[in-house]
Nanobody, 125 residues
Framework: QVQLVESGGGLAQAGDSLTLSCAAS????????MGWFRQAPGKERQFVAT????????YYPNFKQGRFTISRDNAKNMVYLQMSDLKPEDTAVYYC??????????????????WGQGTQVTVSL
């Protein structure tokens, strides 16, 4: 069992940067591939980024590269999402997720076993 708690969301203006954090507890953090997803009102949950257990293989959808950076600190049981040049369309609830790392880069929400409660990011013009 893994417990995940996100933080760092809030209000931002277009062009701003924001870093989300996710604190993990309850099981060996380094066993897990960690991901970030987001969900805007009325839309499906969307994959944002994932990173392998060692923290050296990040994976992003093509349209996210360059603005979002995922990282992790296994010593602190933390995973981060750095977001830059924020746009209003980035407004969503951002979720941290964990999956047992079996070598592949996951991007479907059903591949992840544990989820945080989410943190709201709102970007205005």
């Amino acid at each position: 069992q893994v417990q995940l708690v996100e933080s760092g969301g809030g209000l931002a203006q277009a062009g701003d940067s924001l870093t989300l954090s996710c604190a993990a507890s309850g099981h060996t953090f380094s066993l897990y591939q960690m991901g970030w997803f987001r969900q805007a009102p009325g839309k499906e949950r969307q994959f944002v980024a994932t990173i392998n257990w060692r923290g050296d293989v990040p994976y992003y959808p093509n349209f996210k590269q360059g603005r979002f950076t995922i990282s992790r600190d296994n010593a602190k049981n933390m995973v981060y999402l750095q977001m830059s040049d924020l746009k209003p369309e980035d407004t969503a609830v951002y979720y941290c997720a964990a999956a047992i790392d079996r070598g592949a880069s996951y991007e479907r929400s059903d591949e992840f076993n544990y989820w945080g409660q989410g943190t709201q990011v709102t970007v205005s013009l």
